[in-house]
C-alpha cells in the first residue's frame, strides 16, 4: 500500500496521540497510593466508619443516636420503691422525680433513650458515657438520684430516715432486636399500666418527645417490634 504524505501525517499523529497516552497512564500510576499493610488499612476504615457515624449522630434525635451500640453499653434498668409503695404520687412529685432522673443522667453522661416514671417505679433504656464499656457509673448516677430523691420526699412527707427505694435491675442490651422491643416498651409503659390510652398523653414518659423529634421511619421501626413476650420485672 502506498504511504501518502496525509497517510504519513495521520500515522505521525497517531503515535504522538499513543505516546502521550503512555506518559500520562505512567503519570496517574505514580500518582497512585501505595498499598497500605493490612493493619494500617483496616485502622484507615475505622476511623473513616467513625467520622461517618459521626455525621450520622447529627441528624438523629438528641436521645436517640440510631443503632450504634458499640459505643459503650446500653442497658435497660428498673428500679422500684420499697414494698411497691407509691411515694411520688401526684403531678408535683412526678415531676420532681423525672426531672431528677433526667437531670443525674446528664450529670453522670447516660444518655437516656427512653425513661418512663411513675409513682413506684421507673425503667429507661439508656447509654453509658462511651469512655466506659460496662455499666461502671450507672451504681454511682443511680445511688445520687435515689439518695437525694428520697431525701426530698422524706423531707416533703416529715419521714426522716425513711428508705424508699429498693434495689434496681439492669440488662445490657447486646442484640439490636432486644433494644428496639425494649425502646418500644418503655415509650409505652404508661399504656400497660392502664394509665392512658396513648402513651403521649402521659407527661413523665418519653412517648411525647420520642414520636415528635425522632424520624417518622425510625419511630415506626421501633413501634413495630412487638413486646407482649418480653421477660421485665413490672408487676406495679
Known amino acids: 500500500m502506498r504511504r501518502t504524505p496525509k497517510r504519513l501525517r495521520r500515522e505521525e499523529r497517531y503515535r504522538e496521540l499513543m505516546s502521550a497516552h503512555a506518559r500520562c497512564g ?49 442497658y435497660m434498668v428498673t428500679a422500684a420503691t420499697v414494698g ?5 404520687q401526684g403531678k408535683e412529685r412526678l415531676t420532681q422525680l423525672c426531672r431528677g432522673l433526667l437531670r443525674y443522667a446528664a450529670r453522670h453522661e447516660w444518655r437516656l433513650e427512653a425513661w418512663a416514671v411513675f409513682a413506684n417505679h421507673y425503667h429507661f433504656v439508656g447509654h453509658s458515657p462511651k469512655a466506659e464499656d460496662n455499666a461502671t457509673s450507672l451504681r454511682t448516677y443511680l445511688s445520687e438520684f435515689h439518695r437525694r430523691s428520697a431525701r426530698w420526699i422524706n423531707k416533703l412527707d416529715q419521714a426522716p430516715g425513711r428508705q424508699v ?21 418503655v415509650h409505652e409503659n404508661p399504656v400497660k399500666h392502664g394509665l392512658v390510652a396513648d402513651a403521649k398523653d402521659y407527661p413523665w414518659c418519653s412517648a411525647a418527645e420520642f414520636r415528635s423529634r425522632a424520624r417518622p421511619a425510625r419511630v415506626k421501626t421501633v413501634y413495630s417490634f412487638p413486646i407482649d413476650r418480653l421477660r421485665i420485672e413490672d408487676d406495679y
Open 165 to 185: 427505694w429498693h434495689n434496681y435491675w439492669d440488662t445490657r442490651l447486646s442484640y439490636e432486636r432486644s433494644y428496639l422491643a425494649r425502646l418500644h416498651y
Open 26 to 74: 505512567y503519570r496517574f500510576r505514580a500518582l497512585r497510593p501505595k498499598r497500605l499493610p493490612v493493619a494500617e488499612d483496616r485502622q484507615m476504615l475505622a476511623s473513616a466508619r467513625r467520622s461517618a457515624q459521626g455525621e450520622m449522630a447529627k441528624q438523629d434525635w438528641a436521645h436517640a443516636p440510631a443503632h450504634r451500640l458499640s459505643e459503650g453499653g446500653v
Open 84 to 88: 411497691k409503695v407509691a411515694y411520688f
